[in-house]
Each structure stands twice: as structure tokens, then as C-alpha cells.
């Protein structure tokens, strides 16, 4: 059995496009979607610039769950951690939010 890389879908050997979303598969087997999911990535707040902080807290408070008074500390005192022990896929997706919103941050393992 085969899966498609892109939407996960379950596919008999051989098939050359998903039947679900048209991707073309590979001469091997697709990845699973779930292999990019190990948990162990933490994302760093390293930078708010005084005009982005409101626009940050908003995004730690909506994205992250901070509450709001965590928020203000974290920004306060950067570098500081925002989230630890997400799946790559998380961490990268928070940390360009924080990036969007204004703020230096990165997701690291
Ligand atoms: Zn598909």
C-alpha cells in the first residue's frame, strides 16, 4: 500500500496520481505525512522592537496560549522561551507568526 506525499491519502501500489488530490507519486513509496511529527523543537523569542510588542503579545496570547502578564515577561526578558516540546511543523508555524508579527524568533531542536 502507498500513500500519497501530499494529502496522506491511502493508495493500491502502483497508482501514478492520487485519486484524491491529483498528486503525482513518485517511483517509490511516498512518505507518510505524519514522519515530519517528532516532538523536541522549541521556538525562542530573541528580539521585540517597542512599536511591536502589543501585535506580539496578541499573537503569544492567540497562537502560543500565553496569558497575557507571561507574555509581557517573555518579552521583556528576551531571549526567552515561548514553547518547548512541539513537532517541527508547530514550532516552524509559531515562530513565523511571532516573525510576521514583528518580532525576531526561531524554532530550534
Ligand atoms: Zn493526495
Partial sequence: ???CGKC???MPDGDLFCSKCGAKIGGSAAVPAASNQEKG???ILTSVPDDKKAKVIQVLRVSAGCGTVDAKNM???VPSTVKSNLSKNSADALAAELTA???E???TA
Avoid: D, E
Fill in 105 to 107: 524568533a526561531s524554532s
Fill in 41 to 43: 523543537y522549541s521556538v
Fill in 8 to 10: 496522506g491519502n491511502q
Fill in 101 to 103: 508579527a514583528g518580532a
Fill in 75 to 77: 518579552i521583556n526578558t
Fill in 1 to 3: 500500500m502507498a500513500y
